[in-house]
């Protein structure tokens, strides 16, 4: 039965006003990655046998670490891994701990009361706000950005303010154009470095600011860090709790979505100040029964073995430094990040002497219709598109076929910028 008629019905009336209320399912606005979708499906369909480039995906192309699937299936196997994990096991909150220490030279965190298990960093800030959002309390998010924290605030009645980033301060957010009444009603601080979409890092001169400005204002600090351990070219991992008196501020989410290849595992933790990570442990608690412990244990044997990441990322750094080559030749100002598997480029103008784009998103689709390239736009600071180095590519050598095969479908356009 059609969901028309069911929107004739009392359901219709019932949904919450945080999902649209009475109107919900109505909209029609199509969103971002919806219009993604649906220009790859058109594109596929006018040119069925042209490969489509796939350069915006998200979540790496590779298996987890064969090591990580032994594990889990060597734990799989065992009865007393069968049964609920709830907050987590001290085996993965031990190993955490050894890893903060051992990637980013964090030391001083207690495995018993700073750390805890989530099942993947979203579920962590979904239910971050719980803990500190009231109706008309304030979450400062930047922007382009990963929005659930923001999501979840609007969703308790709280409000969110957007600190733009911008190129010309390195895309890190200027704390000090904060409204002086904005930063007193905030409650928290959602950072993410290295960057989604920017790919731009952080330093410990910018933490320290965090730090004194977070202090002032009585402001939670959560710093989302999923490619915090995938750096290049000699740039250290930097964890924001290295920062003296980071702790006392705020708490730092770490995936292993990103750095161990494990999208799907849906494995993360929580560490810091740990009356932050109780009051998350408190909220957890009533949401989830926690992450399968077989799957815990493979994440901890994961952890304590970063050569696993420093392999991923030698990757990334290879095919960035040959994506980097190839866009600039074209006439493109791209840069190469020094962490993340994200290359943000700013979208040209226009084709001289044909068509102008208007937004970031007029350029993403033009290269996912008329050149079969995927890629994700950003409009909210200027106008970007995001590459992702994650593009499907069994070794280098397909890897460099993938990147001849831009150069050779962009190499007949003249972009004016």
């Known amino acids: 039965m059609s969901i028309d008629k069911y929107q004739e019905t009392y359901i219709q009336q019932n949904f919450a006003n945080r999902i649209g209320g009475a109107n919900y399912g109505k909209d029609t606005a199509i969103y971002k990655f919806e219009k993604i979708k649906r220009a790859k499906a058109a594109a596929k369909?006018?040119?069925?046998?042209?490969?489509?480039?796939?350069?915006?995906?998200?979540?790496?192309?590779?298996?987890?670490?064969?090591?990580?699937?032994?594990?889990?299936?060597?734990?799989a196997s065992k009865r007393e891994n069968r049964g609920y994990a709830d907050n987590g096991i001290p085996e993965f909150k031990e190993a955490a701990v050894r890893y903060l220490k051992n990637v980013f030279g964090v030391e001083g965190i207690d495995a018993a009361t700073e750390v805890l298990h989530s099942i993947g960093s979203k579920p962590a800030l979904a239910m971050l706000p719980s803990c500190f959002i009231n109706p008309g309390d304030v979450t400062i998010m930047t922007v382009p950005g990963y929005p659930v924290l923001g999501t979840h605030t609007k969703y308790l009645g709280g409000e969110v303010y957007n600190v733009e980033l911008k190129k010309e301060n390195a895309f890190l957010p200027d704390l000090s154009s904060i409204p002086e009444d904005i930063a007193r009603r905030a409650k928290l601080l959602y950072l993410n470095y290295p960057n989604n979409p920017t790919g731009a890092s952080a330093t410990v001169e910018f933490?320290?600011?965090?730090?004194?400005?977070?202090?002032?204002?009585?402001?939670?600090?959560?710093?989302?860090?999923?490619?915090?351990?995938?750096?290049?070219?000699?740039?250290?991992?930097?964890?924001?709790?290295?920062?003296?008196?980071?702790?006392?501020v705020g708490v730092e989410l770490h995936s292993l979505s990103k750095s161990y290849n494990m999208t799907g595992w849906r494995i993360g933790f929580i560490v810091g100040n740990p009356l932050v990570v109780k009051a998350f442990g408190d909220v957890k608690d009533n949401n989830d029964s926690g992450q399968f412990i077989a799957i815990q244990k493979a994440a901890a044997y994961g952890l304590d073995n970063p050569q696993i990441t420093e392999k991923i990322a030698e990757k990334y750094s290879r095919r960035h430094n040959m994506l980097v080559d190839v866009l600039n030749e074209l006439g493109f100002t791209a840069e190469k990040p020094k962490g993340s598997f994200f290359l943000y480029v700013e979208a040209p103008k226009g084709v001289k002497g044909g068509r102008r784009f208007e937004s970031g998103e007029d350029f993403s689709q033009y290269l996912i219709r008329e050149k079969l390239i995927s890629t994700v736009p950003w409009d909210d600071a200027g106008h970007f598109v995001r590459f992702s180095v994650t593009f499907i590519a069994d070794g280098e050598e397909e890897e460099k076929r993938v990147i001849s095969e831009i150069r050779s479908r962009l190499s007949d356009v003249e972009f004016e910028f």
């Not at 204002?217 to 008196?245: E, R």
């Open 45 to 75: 369909q006018e040119h069925p046998n042209t490969e489509l480039i796939d350069m915006g995906v998200g979540e790496p192309d590779e298996m987890a670490d064969a090591g990580i699937v032994a594990k889990l299936a060597e734990e």
């Open 207 to 248: 933490f320290s600011e965090v730090v004194e400005w977070a202090r002032k204002y009585g402001v939670v600090v959560v710093h989302d860090a999923p490619y915090a351990a995938l750096t290049y070219d000699g740039l250290k991992p930097l964890s924001f709790l290295s920062v003296p008196g980071a702790k006392d």
